[in-house]
């Protein structure tokens, strides 16, 4: 049911080549997106303040409800690890991926003056845990040099 509800969502967001076949998509020989799609659902995470929040932080301590149990949380994306060489401080996360037919992949969002660019990394040629933040911080760092704000 919740795989059902997952393409039924895809498709009110107006994607057109995705679908899930297991809520992780670790374990999945159905799931397919595209770059497009993927910025599209990054696109309406990031107006979610909840889940903007939860995607950009780098490193937080939860709980469990009784405090007994302590889980300390880091996020996989290095553009986020201040102690990185991939670090960028406008960096507002999302979500790092990894499988073997998929490869290293970042999906990322960088605030660029008051918007918000959406960057899509699939199945890096290097192979390592941080291959995808190595392009998207190329991505990202020619974009805040070479792109300019215009409003129309």
Not at 24 to 34: E, F, I, K, M, Q
């Amino acid at each position: 049911e919740f795989v059902a509800e997952m393409n039924s969502y895809a498709t009110k967001l107006g994607v057109k080549n995705t679908i899930y076949g297991d809520p992780a998509g670790l374990n999945d020989d159905v799931g397919r997106s595209t770059a497009f799609d993927l910025s599209i659902i990054a696109r309406r995470l990031l107006q979610d303040e909840f889940l903007s929040e939860v995607v950009s932080t780098a490193k937080t301590t939860i709980f469990s409800v009784d405090k007994t149990v302590k889980h300390d949380l880091v996020n996989s994306n290095r553009l986020l690890q201040k102690e990185t060489p991939y670090y960028l401080k406008n960096t507002l996360g999302i979500k790092t991926g990894y499988t073997l037919k998929a490869g290293y992949c970042l999906v990322a969002a960088y605030q660029f003056g008051d918007r918000e660019l959406v960057g899509v990394i699939l199945n890096t040629t290097e192979i390592s845990t941080s291959a995808s933040a190595k392009e998207m911080r190329k991505l990202f760092t020619w974009a805040e040099q070479n792109l300019e704000a215009v409003n129309y």
